[in-house]
């Protein structure tokens, strides 16, 4: 079975800095996409960032320039540092992965349980 297990939150004040982790274990054939989404109380889960196998990312324009993911393909595990955090980024993130279990078994995300952040004003 697969796991993805965050570990990093906590609670700074806004213009801090925090980093997070996130490392994939299991039974696991390759990895594609890696990334991280949010979700604040009441709102929808949004993605944050996320990174290919190759290290092409793509950034939330609500963070861009703040925060940088990052991935160590031998060890299973994408990063994200977040600087100059602001009250709006107090959530829930949550790990996501594209992972195929096998050479011939479909590619299936799968989802963290979740780690929290929170920036106090």
């Known amino acids: 079975q697969v796991q993805l297990v965050e570990s990093g939150g906590g609670l700074v004040q806004a213009g801090g800095s925090l980093g997070l982790s996130c490392a994939a274990s299991g039974s696991i054939f390759s990895i594609n996409y890696m990334g991280w989404y949010r979700q604040a109380p009441g709102k929808q889960r949004e993605l944050v960032a996320i990174?290919?196998?190759?290290?092409?990312?793509n950034y939330a324009e609500s963070v861009e320039g703040r925060v940088t993911i990052s991935r160590d393909n031998a060890k299973n595990t994408v990063y994200l540092r977040m600087n100059s955090l602001k009250p709006e980024d107090t959530g829930v993130y949550y790990c996501?992965?594209?992972?195929?279990?096998?050479?011939?078994?479909?590619?299936?995300?799968?989802w963290g349980q979740g780690t929290q952040v929170t920036v106090s004003s």
């Open positions: 990174v290919n196998s190759g290290g092409i990312t």
């Open positions: 996501y992965a594209d992972i195929q279990r096998g050479s011939m078994w479909p590619v299936v995300g799968y």
